[in-house]
């Protein structure tokens, strides 16, 4: 078992149960999945573009990830039906709490600047944040990178409101800024 998955049983449950006075235990807000989303833009133009952020995002889950293809046409955006446009990977269980654990005390601290992400939940109990750069992971070997690429990261949770969802996750340890 991770030892983020065992502070959640024995220590992020208790403490959510007491804050929130839950009268059932299985309403204790969880973390169900994490989806790590890349925009390829410019995949359409150079297939080596994509065959490189899909190998990142590979060493970086450690699981292989789905490619995203347009669902419709756009001629102003040189868009075809079907065209690869972006990759993503969905984890659970145990690389899911690993790679948590590894975000939130290894590669956010590497981000530049970086004062906490913000506070503001999507009103249903996720959480989603962007990063500019894949470079901060330190999975990634900086001497291959030949051009910056962002990403999506979205924590989806079992709970019902923004304030049950911002409390799970700072307990797990995700680094947000100060509210006032």
């Known amino acids: ?3 983020l998955k065992e502070k959640y049983l024995t220590k992020i449950k208790p403490a959510l149960q007491e804050k929130f006075k839950y009268s059932n235990p299985m309403i204790i807000p969880a973390l169900k999945k994490v989806i790590i989303s890349m925009g390829l833009a410019q995949a359409s133009t150079d297939k080596n573009s994509m065959q490189e952020a899909l190998k990142e995002l590979a060493m970086l889950t450690g699981q292989k990830p789905v490619l995203t293809k347009s669902r419709k046409s756009i001629a102003g955006f040189k868009l075809r039906k079907g065209t ?4 993503k990977v969905t984890l659970r269980g145990k690389r899911m709490y690993d790679f948590i654990d590894r975000f939130c005390h290894i590669s956010s ?13 999507d009103g249903r109990g996720s959480y989603s944040l ?15 990178v030949k051009r910056s690429q962002g990403m999506n990261i979205t ?3 079992t709970s019902q409101n923004d304030e049950e969802c911002f409390e799970l996750l700072k307990q797990l340890g995700l680094p947000f800024k100060q509210r006032n």
């Open 155 to 157: 924590f989806v949770t």
């Open 84 to 87: 690869p446009i972006g990759a």
């Open 109 to 121: 601290p590497r981000i530049r600047d970086f004062r906490g992400f913000e506070t503001k939940c």
């Open 130 to 144: 962007g990063l500019e750069d894949q470079q901060i992971f330190p999975e990634i070997n900086l001497d291959q």
């Open 1 to 3: 078992m991770s030892q």
